[in-house]
């Protein structure tokens, strides 16, 4: 049996993806007031807009245990696969790498191999989808795991958020770096680096920082083929006019439009709007 991957419900891959490819997904959590569930499972993005929409309501996320990934590869592997690649968001935003690395010493280093992808939407879901592409091309483990982290050191991300508030509560990025959007009618764009969320530029108005999300996407881009995914909370017409004007400048392999789930969508807040690259070689 080939190696199996697996992810988290972070990774934003399009629908019927996962099954039809053989991912395994283990979700985060997120609560909703006193309302608690899984992201994809019993929380979507519309009740996580809801909840936002509802000042009264405390939004907050959860890593998944390190004995649900454990039970997972322990299936896994009871079923046949050579080997488990689990590929996560960035360690940087959350512990979910972190569970999923003790697991994995747990169930057995040499059998299970855990990739931070440094990134999240399909930043991370690029990555997931190497890693099954070599899997079902019978690679090894650590060939596996390679092409994951290969797509990892490729992608880059760039966002625009309505407000730095809440990324600043949830601990993604510092005291220091929310000041960088503070001022009114001041929309902050920024980028994920080593993980790390940090600010990038300021822009005066929304079409504004959707015209700068396509000039960094086409720039990191460079001149040839290029996978690409805009994302986005609550801002679907600005999503989709972002990845018309990047179909018409570049040479676009894959695309995809999609809001953002629950989790991340409970640390940027509505108003998200963002961009995926991983140039080819």
């Known amino acids: 049996m080939p190696v199996a991957v697996v992810t988290d419900s972070t990774s934003y891959l399009p629908d019927g993806v996962a099954a039809q490819r053989g991912i395994r997904i283990v979700a985060l959590e997120v609560r909703l007031g006193d309302r608690v569930g899984r992201e994809g499972v019993d929380i979507d993005t519309a009740q996580l807009t809801a909840a936002l929409a509802d000042r009264r309501l405390d939004v907050q996320t959860s890593r998944p245990t390190p004995g649900e990934f454990a039970a997972l590869y322990r299936d896994l592997l009871a079923n046949g696969a050579d080997g488990v690649v689990s590929v996560h968001l960035s360690r940087e935003l959350s512990g979910t790498w972190e569970a999923a690395r003790v697991a994995a010493d747990e169930v057995g280093p040499d059998r299970v191999r855990v990739v931070d992808s440094c990134a999240a939407g399909m930043g991370l879901g690029y990555a997931v989808l190497a890693a099954v592409d070599a899997a079902d091309a019978g690679s090894s483990g650590a060939v596996v795991e390679a ?21 600043r ?37 929304t079409a504004r920082a959707g015209q700068r999300l396509v000039e960094l996407a086409v720039q990191a881009a460079g001149d040839g083929p290029v996978d690409l995914a805009v994302h986005h909370l609550g801002a679907a017409a600005r999503a989709d006019e972002v990845a018309e004007r990047l179909r018409d400048r570049l040479d676009v392999t894959r695309l995809l439009v999609s809001e953002v789930g629950a989790v991340i969508g409970a640390h940027v807040g509505t108003g998200l709007l963002g961009v995926v690259v991983v140039p080819k070689r």
């Open 147 to 167: 092409a994951a982290a290969d797509v990892a050191a490729r992608c880059r991300m760039f966002f625009s958020v309505d407000t730095l508030d809440r990324l």
């Open 169 to 205: 509560r949830g601990g993604r990025i510092g005291a220091a770096a929310a000041l960088f959007g503070t001022a009114l009618a001041v929309k902050p764009l920024l980028h994920v680096a080593d993980g790390k969320i940090l600010p990038l530029e300021k822009v005066r108005t």
